[in-house]
């Protein structure tokens, strides 16, 4: 479709608008870029428009969800049926069953299902249940994992190094002003991928300790794989203290395999989290889990509500993106996986002839550029010793150069991205690494 710009500096008007009356001008923090706001027109695939009529290739993809690219036909088709069936029921419905069917049978540890709108109250309801199944009330969180915007979690997630404490021994630090400080005395933190700075924590508190939980591929600081080894030993680990494994797979849910970071990497959690590429964009999560340690909702005994859940238009749109990923998974994963690695190598190539050290890892339908000379980063303490303000300002080239990514240096991968797409973005990478 050509590009016309219909109105040259909408965008520029929209933002001095905003910052009238949305705070900060946003409606997320996380859209706060560091150049500037984006403000979209449409998007259809791989590609968005601005306002100003701008065609950015998209690997932000509305922050994972749009695994099939931007408004996918089946997914666009379900959701315009159902809206014409009725939006919001707040009762049971058909769909809703078959769709907890579909978990169950996709992902392996899902025994039972519940549904929530959003990753974060998703995380909320499965660390209560935690809570509710063991009498215990710590949880392990790891430095680096987020878990959603909510108190009890949000500790840690990019802390100032200096305030962090030793690094095997992290301590909690808060994420935000007006944050109930007492939530931390319930959180244990942990550095991620040490397994002995772990053992210890659970030695001295294992007793105490509901929930271990953490993103089973590091997605929130870098894309990080977990160490050859580390899961299953943190399973057994879990398995010997009595507390639960707790997979927050609202990125790599459906992403990564289609029964997530579970399936792909072997090692079932107790619950896991999903959220994101669950329903193709519209706004739907989930936890589930071992049914023995769900059924504590289905006796009462633990609460989980909320007006919206399985909401007519989210499942329908979720039954639809998991139909297609569940039909075509053969072609789908492969695809996503290449078309990761090719960028990954494109990116690299293009970073050694600009002579700028930028380090590119990551499984494909996930990837991240670091700008650093380290040949690897395993965890928070890592991360943070790349260079953030370089990657900050190459996130702003590759926007001037119509390439969407995540400000971190993180990059979504679609099945309606393809090879022409990725050559064109290597392409602007190049040029903007020049510039860098
Ligand atoms: C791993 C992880 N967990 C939880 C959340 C919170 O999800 P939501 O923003 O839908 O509340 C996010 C959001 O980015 C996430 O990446």
Redesign the pocket.
């Known amino acids: 479709m050509p590009v016309v710009s219909r109105s040259p500096g909408e965008a520029a008007v929209l933002r001095e608008r905003a910052a009238r009356v949305l705070a900060g001008g946003v409606s997320s923090d996380a859209r706060r870029l560091p150049n500037g706001t984006l403000f979209v027109d449409r998007a259809e695939g791989a590609h968005l428009y601005d306002v100003d009529g701008k065609r950015y290739i998209d690997y932000v993809l509305g922050?994972g969800p749009a695994l099939l690219g931007h408004a996918a036909g089946p997914v666009a088709d379900a959701v315009a049926a159902q809206v014409r069936r009725g939006v919001s029921y707040s009762a049971q419905h058909r769909d809703e069953v078959e769709l907890a069917e579909t978990l169950v049978r996709v992902v392996p540890g899902a025994e039972k299902v519940r549904f929530n709108s959003?990753?974060?109250e998703a995380?909320h309801g499965a660390l209560r249940l935690a809570r509710g199944h063991t009498g215990r009330s710590k949880v392990v969180k790891f430095e680096g994992h987020?878990?959603?915007?909510l108190d009890p979690v949000l500790y840690s997630v990019h802390p100032p190094v200096d305030a962090a404490g030793p690094a095997r021994q992290p301590r909690p630090v808060p994420g935000t002003g007006g944050q109930q400080l007492s939530s931390a005395g319930d959180l244990l933190l942990a550095p991620w991928n040490d397994l002995d700075a772990l053992t210890e924590l659970m030695e001295r508190h294992g007793d105490d300790v509901a929930a271990v939980i953490m993103?089973p591929v590091l997605?929130?600081t870098g894309v990080i794989m977990p160490a050859e080894g580390y899961l299953e030993a943190v399973h057994d680990l879990c398995r010997r203290t009595g507390a639960l494994l707790v997979f927050?797979e609202?990125?790599t849910g459906f992403r990564l395999s289609l029964g997530g970071a579970q399936e792909y990497l072997g090692v079932t959690p107790d619950l896991a989290v999903f959220?994101k590429a669950i329903a193709g964009g519209m706004q739907l999560?989930a936890f589930a889990g071992r049914a023995d340690v769900m059924d504590r909702i289905s006796s009462g005994q633990v609460a989980h509500a909320g007006t919206f859940n399985s909401h007519p238009v989210a499942v329908a749109a979720a039954r639809a993106t998991l139909e297609v990923l569940e039909r075509d998974r053969d072609v789908i994963y492969p695809r996503v996986f290449h078309l990761g690695a090719l960028l990954a190598e494109g990116l690299r190539e293009a970073a050694r002839e600009a002579g700028v050290p930028l380090l590119v890892t990551g499984p494909g339908p996930m990837i991240q550029t670091y700008v650093t000379d380290a040949g690897d980063v395993r965890d928070y303490r890592d991360f943070a010793r790349t260079d953030l303000a370089a990657a900050a300002r190459l996130h702003g080239l590759l926007m001037d150069r119509g390439v969407n990514i995540v400000p971190r240096g993180l990059w979504f991968l679609s099945t309606a991205h393809t090879e022409e797409d990725v050559t064109e973005t290597v392409a602007a990478a190049a040029d903007a690494l020049r510039a860098l």
């Not at 987020?146 to 915007?149: A, E, L, Q």
């Open positions: 922050q959003v990753g974060s995380v987020y878990h959603g915007w993103e997605c929130n927050d609202v990125i959220g999560s």
